[in-house]
């Protein structure tokens, strides 16, 4: 069974740094990886999504890769503003589910 | 653009009772996932849906079903509530462009069991 774990569990940093989110699977047969945001008591917002075939994707301030290979990988958030500040999940899709990861909170301190 | 939809969006009911949540995918998507995420955890996959029909199954209690009627709205059917059942369930439509599948989730129903 797949198993995404995601490193750290909870992050601060004060605004204007540039941060690293880790997401690892167990499983390296995956047809894709996704990044989601989650607001307290909200739903999931798509950030970013990046394909078994393809190494990174980038939106505006956020740029995704993916190492299949290793089972890893990153979120880099530049320049962290305080409207950051949520719950990052990765998820992957292996066969018909969707397996999430833990989650990394992130406070961003103005 | 129209997002996925989830009704009701809160709930309260007691034990042993039965609670129905509906989800309405984005027009045009085909498939339907289902999603419970108890407080402080990651979501859990519950059930799926292709074209009506069953995909694939994660744990969801047999006290559970669900389905996907023609025009591919999905309703989560709950019986004999239970505490551990209170949670936010979730239902995202994924569609597939360019051999991409992206999940589009809806807002959630908070479920509390009393």
């Known amino acids: 069974k797949q198993e995404v774990t995601q490193i750290p569990a909870a992050l601060s940093v004060p605004e204007g740094e540039n941060l690293v989110l880790n997401c690892s699977f167990t499983?390296?047969?995956?047809?894709?990886l996704q990044w989601f945001r989650q607001d307290p008591g909200k739903g999931l917002t798509s950030l970013l999504l990046?394909?078994?075939?393809?190494r990174e994707q980038t939106s505006g301030r956020l740029n995704a890769s993916l190492d299949k290979s290793s089972g890893r990988s990153t979120l880099y958030i530049a320049a962290s503003q305080p409207g950051d500040s949520a719950t990052y999940l990765c998820?992957?899709?292996?066969?018909?589910?969707?397996?999430f990861g833990t989650g990394t909170s992130l406070t961003v301190i103005p | 653009a129209a997002g996925v939809i989830q009704s009701p969006r809160h709930l309260i009911k007691e034990k042993r009772e039965t609670a129905t949540l509906k989800c309405y995918p984005i027009?045009?998507?085909?498939?339907v996932y289902w999603y419970q995420q108890g407080p402080g955890q990651d979501p859990q996959f519950l059930i799926s849906?292709?074209?009506?029909?069953?995909?694939d199954k994660g744990s969801i209690p047999d006290r559970f079903s669900a389905q996907q009627f023609s025009d591919y709205h999905s309703e989560l059917n709950m019986s004999s509530l239970e505490l551990g059942d209170s949670a936010l369930y979730f239902c995202?439509?994924?569609?597939?462009?360019?051999?991409?599948?992206?999940?589009?989730f809806g807002p959630g129903t908070r479920l509390l069991v009393l």
């Open positions: 995202a439509s994924t569609e597939l462009a360019g051999g991409q599948e992206t999940q589009y």
């Open positions: 499983d390296s047969a995956i047809y894709n």
């Open positions: 990046i394909q078994s075939s393809q």
């Open positions: 998820a992957v899709k292996g066969g018909n589910q969707f397996y």
């Open positions: 027009p045009r998507h085909d498939t």
């Open positions: 849906f292709y074209e009506k029909m069953q995909s």
